[in-house]
């Protein structure tokens, strides 16, 4: 079984700090999806990344894809109280299934 | 607008019932999902559903069941439920993917489920 392991699993810092969150593999993945879940709803996709070394941007967030394919990072710039919620990497396996990370909960305060 | 529903937000059963869990999707997704949530764990994959009639077993499937017959609906049976089957569960679909790309799953609001 593939196994994603994130770090770290919580996060609390003030608005307007930088941070990143990890998600690491010893196998390769196909392609690397970031969702975000807020509470009482299920995640919602952010962002895929398919090629090695991929770094995409959505607007304060960034996304990087290790060249590898094993591990990726989502790095947020001057975060926000809106960016609270539980951050889950999930890499793409055979057969249209998806392996996930064990999550990040990011709090950030005002 | 897609959406992805589920038959209840919160359930609470006793240990020995039998428990029907139902999702419906309005986007025509040949792909529906069945997932847990537990603290620390991420979403573990339960069942997976490529067309009608058809279904694999995900990471978890010990001790649930599912079944797909139309497209738009899947449900998932917990043939007699227990204290360790309580958790958030969320369904999700997709469209199939191709090529290395896996497409977007989408999720509906989850179920928490209590069995005492």
């Known amino acids: 079984t593939q196994l994603l392991e994130q770090s770290p699993q919580f996060l609390s810092i003030q608005e307007g700090e930088n941070l990143t969150v990890y998600c690491n593999s010893s196998s390769v993945f196909s392609s690397l999806q970031w969702y975000r879940q807020e509470p009482g709803e299920g995640p919602v996709l952010l962002v895929t990344v398919v090629t090695g070394g991929e770094v995409k941007k959505l607007k304060r967030l960034t996304f990087q894809f290790g060249d590898a394919r094993k591990d990726s990072s989502l790095h947020i710039t001057a975060a926000q109280p809106g960016d609270t919620g539980l951050y889950l990497c999930a890499g793409g396996r055979a057969g249209n299934m998806l392996t996930f990370g064990g999550g990040t909960r990011l709090m950030v305060k005002p | 607008d897609v959406k992805v529903t589920q038959s209840s937000r919160y359930l609470v059963k006793r240990t020995g019932e039998k428990v029907f869990l139902e999702c419906v999707q309005d986007m025509d997704h040949e792909n529906m999902f069945w997932y847990r949530q537990d603290p620390g764990l991420g979403l573990r994959l339960i069942y997976f559903?490529?067309?009608?009639?058809?279904?694999e077993k995900g990471d978890i499937p010990e001790g649930y069941s599912v079944s797909r017959e139309k497209k738009e609906r899947f449900s998932l049976i917990l043939e007699s439920a227990s204290t360790n089957q309580t958790s958030m569960y969320l369904c999700?679909?997709?469209?199939?993917?191709?090529?290395?790309?896996?497409?977007?799953?989408?999720f509906g609001p989850g179920t928490r489920l209590t069995v005492l």
């Open positions: 999700a679909s997709s469209a199939p993917s191709s090529g290395g790309w896996h497409n977007e799953q989408f």
């Open positions: 559903s490529y067309d009608v009639k058809m279904k």
